[in-house]
């Protein structure tokens, strides 16, 4: 299958890779026909999906038999009015019918707006009318459906909200498992998208604002065999876990699209409440999972955990990314493993950048070296391109060729889809070095760089090196104004329990002195504050606009 899509699949050398690395877009693409449809036809019994959840119950999906329920989904939806076009927002958890559900609206040409079950009635109405939203999915979740009901009055556009997995009616909601069943023959719309018609739309977290519409068109499935092939090194015979929920754009980054087009089967968790290592580690053991995917936090749980008491061996490949590795992190997963993680960056705008390739030594912390599908380079504040060693602004050339799953832009702003796409360039407010190995590192976004007596300091690197700590489960790094220096840096630190009785004067010095040894002592931390939680948003990201909100005003 993923011939057809790749003028070469393997290379000789990273320069091999570099210089022939070429995607083949055809004319009229859509994951949905192209992609799922072709996998049920050449291979009807070919495992999809693996699901399971935290109740024991497991369930696998063939190809065959994940299009027919996206053919009888898709009836369902025309049948109810949705076309080419509407936008339908999936509320849908970790729920196997998510896959059905969106494999359906691109059958379609609708627009799929993946969202998180944490939205609360101001997010839900929020998005209903900046999406001008015409129908919502939900999953059986009575949190959800109040909060969904109670956004209805300031919601005009919603003309139908559909519940999943629910016997007994509920009053103006539609029954999914009913309409599902009872749909007639699916017939193919006669055109159902080209490919600069809008796919899928993401709200980002909005750590600073109002979340922004991020929009992709139809080849943006495409850019994804990067991730699939060239960053999580899968194959036909892969079972991969992507730790996500599908309300965020990692599940369709290791849950959907560069999977299937390389015809790895998904693996699906689908657990309540807090992240557990032992459970995760458990499935992972019983299940046979040979691909493993999550962020580093979820790595560093899962190492305090006695790793012998659980049977990896089915473990091939794993991959990391949305945050600093620790080299710690990284040695003693590899000890007990054998597999060093391979660490990527990318944006909700994007698919992979910047990549830690199989072929690649892996260097903890770095995040890799630049996708050849994007022409890359960093700009220094004054405009320059950055030499090795010194920072700049990511940024990617869109004159020649638009890069492949670059989006199309932020939806129904102009304005501020002009600031980022300008001058034939995306910004993508990052900031990055590039070591003499071309390999990049995060420093942060360019509003979080703190400016302290001359020095550029990124939270990122002093929060990766505050880590390394025992006493430290997570902090944030900010920037604190200071009459001498400009800004001096304040680290926010949640304490491991065997450590909350010892915060203090004599801890903190403690920290200050190891983050020295660790980085270049001008990062280290002048004031640290000892919290129970940071503000986050509800994507997880640390809202250090507020942090700084709160240390202004002291």
């Not at 016997?167 to 999914?176: A, G, K, M, S, V």
């Not at 902090?475 to 001498?484: F, R």
């Not at 840096?489 to 002195?513: H, R, S």
Request: aromatic letters at 10%.
């Amino acid at each position: 299958m993923i011939e057809k899509y790749l003028k070469q699949t393997s290379f000789e050398s990273h320069k091999d890779f570099v210089e022939n690395y070429k995607i083949i877009t055809p004319d009229n693409f859509n994951f949905a026909y192209d992609i799922v449809d072709e996998w049920a036809k050449k291979s009807p019994t070919k495992r999809a999906l693996c699901w399971t959840n935290d109740k024991g119950e497991h369930k696998d999906m063939s190809f065959g038999e994940l299009k027919e329920l996206s053919d009888k989904t898709a009836s369902f939806l025309l049948d109810i009015g949705i076309n080419k076009g509407d936008m339908v927002m999936l509320v849908l958890k970790r729920n196997i019918e998510f896959w059905q559900t969106i494999i359906a609206l691109h059958k379609i040409g609708a627009v799929a707006i993946p969202a998180t079950h944490l939205l609360t009635e101001h997010d839900i109405a929020y998005r209903n009318n900046a999406a001008s939203i015409k129908a919502i999915i939900a999953t059986d979740d009575m949190q959800v459906i109040e909060n969904i009901n109670l956004a209805m009055s300031n919601s005009p556009t919603v003309a139908h909200r559909i519940v999943i997995g629910r016997n007994e009616p509920i009053d103006n909601w539609l029954n999914f498992n009913e309409g599902v069943s009872n749909a007639k023959p699916f017939v193919k719309p006669k055109k159902v998208n080209s490919n600069e018609d809008i796919m899928i739309l993401y709200f980002t977290s909005g750590t600073t604002g109002q979340p922004k519409m991020v929009i992709h068109d139809y080849t943006y499935p495409l850019g994804h065999i990067t991730t699939a092939k060239y960053w999580q090194n899968l194959h036909e015979n892969s079972l991969h876990l992507t730790v996500a929920d599908t309300g965020w754009a990692k599940a369709v980054w290791g849950k959907l699209y560069g999977q299937w087009i390389v015809g790895a089967a998904v693996f699906v968790y689908d657990f309540e409440g807090r992240f557990i290592p032992k459970d995760m580690l458990n499935v992972i053991s019983k299940y046979r999972v040979t691909s493993f995917c999550a962020p580093p936090t979820v790595f560093r749980f899962i190492i305090r955990e006695d790793l012998t008491k659980y049977d990896l061996s089915s473990l091939e490949y794993c991959t990391t990314a949305g945050e600093a590795l620790n080299p710690s992190v990284f040695e003693k997963f590899y000890k007990h493993t054998g597999i060093k993680m391979m660490e990527a960056f990318g944006q909700t705008e994007t698919a992979p950048t910047i990549v830690t390739f199989p072929w690649l030594k892996p260097k903890p912390g770095a995040m890799g070296v630049s996708n050849p599908l994007y022409k890359m380079d960093l700009l220094t504040h004054d405009g320059r391109i950055a030499e090795d060693g010194e920072q700049g602004e990511i940024v990617f050339h869109i004159d020649e060729n638009r890069p492949l799953s670059l989006f199309m832009g932020y939806y129904r702003d102009e304005e501020l889809t002009k600031a980022v796409l300008k001058n034939n360039t995306y910004h993508t407010g990052d900031v990055a070095w590039r070591d003499e190995d071309g390999f990049f590192w995060f420093v942060g976004r360019t509003d979080d760089v703190i400016k302290s007596s001359g020095y550029r300091i990124g939270p990122f690197e002093v929060e990766s090196a505050v880590m390394t700590h025992p006493a430290v489960v997570e902090c944030a790094i900010t920037g604190v104004p200071d009459d001498i220096r400009g800004q001096i840096i304040k680290a926010t630190v949640i304490l491991a329990p065997e450590y909350k009785d010892k915060a203090g004067d004599k801890l903190t010095k403690e920290i200050q002195e190891h983050v020295k040894q660790v980085t270049a002592p001008y990062k280290y931390p002048r004031i640290i504050e000892y919290v129970n939680e940071l503000p986050k948003t509800i994507s997880g990201k640390i809202r250090r606009v507020e942090i700084r909100g709160k240390s202004e005003k002291m």
